[in-house]
């Protein structure tokens, strides 16, 4: 972005993408754009869901990407008057990287992260002690309704925020859901719904044009969690929000320089229910200003952690510029056992 602060994480090549966020009533400009790395075309269909039900026989299906190719759908002209939306893109041949980028019209917008896939059972980590309401959006992208259960994960403890008490959404539709008790309180969403559904954040903030800054549905940390580009320094401040639902999580922060010659480690201890925010600050012997990444690694024992990072202005009140959650990066693959295989020895 302008602003040099990652906005969204870029997505590897795949074959199933989801996202949500404001429909075309909020954001004017709605763009998918789908990238083609192999050297044989892609097709793929974009599913679209919205507080009206799901809209039938778009131009967004079958969309062949050429090799090595872009294509960009805009999809605000079949959005009319929509409040919310949830894309589902599937490739069907080949594969692609999705990304989505909304507008007011002026300046570059926004990237909706990448939510995760639809499951009766989603957390959304990493919202920040920022002003302003947070505005929940749901999709239902199956046939049957859904009954959704929302819980705060705070510092104080896990409740359920005004106005989240048993949300009903239809079948095939998406739904914005204003959370105003939750302004300027650092927490994760927890939600449990009796069909899967699957779910983002916006909070007020973001870059020059944006609707607001986005983050979304994320599972539990794996071995440990990587996020790159973190800046704390003149303007700027960078944090984590971690939250443990369900018990007791013990972790290891490790903050490292961008030369790798400089880092910072300690342990954090969350509490069942609870979050915890954690301060990123400068690295000591790094140059002012500069860049670092941030490893999140689960101790064992520990219950299942969820994390997002935070990157606001510094100062009282400082405006949110951006928030991602924040993702596995695996060290190891486990692959399933090998039985009666044929194996052949070459000399």
């Known amino acids: 972005s302008g602003t040099n602060v990652p906005t969204a994480a870029c997505s590897s090549p795949g074959t199933d993408f989801w996202f949500a966020g404001p429909g075309q009533r909020t954001a004017g400009l709605i763009q998918v754009y789908l990238m083609n790395p192999s050297s044989q075309a892609a097709d793929a269909d974009v599913d679209i869901f919205t507080d009206a039900g799901p809209l039938q026989q778009t131009s967004d299906d079958g969309i062949t990407v050429p090799p090595h190719g872009m294509i960009v759908q805009s999809l605000a002209?079949?959005?009319h008057n929509s409040h919310s939306l949830t894309l589902h893109v599937r490739a069907s041949v080949?594969?692609?990287?999705?990304?989505?980028?909304?507008?007011t019209g002026a300046g570059e917008g926004a990237w909706l992260p990448p939510a995760q896939a639809p499951a009766t059972h989603l957390v959304?980590?990493?919202l920040p002690a920022a002003a302003g309401s947070r505005e929940l959006y749901l999709a239902v992208p199956g046939e049957k309704d859904a009954n959704v259960q929302v819980s705060a994960v705070t510092s104080r403890g896990t409740y359920e925020p005004t106005g989240a008490g048993g949300i009903d959404i239809p079948g095939g539709s998406a739904a914005e859901i204003s959370l105003p008790s939750l302004a300027g309180i650092p927490a994760a969403i927890e939600l449990t719904s009796s069909t899967p559904v699957t779910a983002a954040v916006m909070i007020p903030g973001g870059s020059n044009g944006s609707p607001g800054s986005f983050t979304a549905a994320a599972p539990a940390l794996e071995e440990q969690g990587v996020v790159a580009d973190n800046v704390t320094g003149p303007g700027r401040v960078s944090a984590l929000i971690l939250s443990a639902p369900h018990a007791t999580a013990r972790v290891s922060v490790a903050q490292i320089s961008s030369a790798g010659s400089a880092r910072r480690t300690q342990t954090v201890e969350v509490s069942s229910g609870k979050s915890v925010v954690v301060a990123l600050k400068a690295v000591p012997g790094a140059p002012r200003g500069a860049p670092f990444a941030v490893v999140i690694s689960p101790l064992p024992g520990?219950?299942?952690?969820?994390?997002?990072?935070?990157?606001?202005a510094s100062g009282a009140g400082g405006t949110l510029q951006a928030m991602?959650?924040?993702?596995?990066?695996?060290t190891t693959v486990p692959l399933p056992p090998v039985r009666n295989a044929a194996i052949a020895s070459v000399p």
């Open 324 to 330: 991602l959650p924040v993702a596995s990066s695996l």
């Open 94 to 103: 080949g594969q692609v990287a999705a990304a989505v980028q909304e507008s």
């Open 302 to 312: 520990s219950g299942p952690v969820y994390a997002g990072r935070v990157i606001s």
């Open 77 to 79: 002209p079949v959005l």
């Open 124 to 126: 959304i980590p990493g």
